[in-house]
């Protein structure tokens, strides 16, 4: 099995900055695609982010400019820079990873989510 743990969640005050951080482990052959959703409360979850093996990037428009996604392929981790920070920013965000875990087998797998609350 493969597990993911995000880290860097938080109270921000608006136009602030977080970096969250997201690191896989197990039984990982490669890491295809990597990701980050949202889900606010109330609200469905969104997709933010994600970046490809090759390291191509998408942004949903509401994130456009101010976020960053990032890998480091050594460490199975990626990254979530964000900045200036809005109250609808608030939410739980999740990582997803597209893992290779055997020759053939191929599954994405979700972290548990850590909370960003952005607010004065």
């Known amino acids: 099995q493969v597990q993911l743990v995000e880290s860097g969640g938080g109270l921000v005050q608006p136009g602030g900055s977080l970096r969250l951080s997201c690191a896989a482990s197990g039984i990982i052959v490669s890491i295809n695609a990597l990701g980050w959703y949202r889900q606010a409360p109330g609200k469905e979850r969104e997709l933010v982010s994600t970046?490809?093996?090759?390291?191509?990037?998408t942004y949903a428009d509401s994130v456009k400019g101010r976020f960053s996604i990032s890998r480091d392929n050594a460490k199975n981790t990626v990254y979530l820079q964000m900045n200036s920070l809005k109250p609808e920013d608030t939410a739980v965000y999740y990582c997803?990873?597209?893992?290779?875990?055997?020759?053939?087998?191929?599954?994405?797998?979700w972290g548990k989510g850590t909370l960003v609350t952005v607010s004065s």
């Open positions: 970046i490809t093996s090759r390291g191509t990037t």
């Open positions: 997803s990873a597209d893992v290779r875990t055997g020759p053939k087998n191929s599954m994405v797998f």
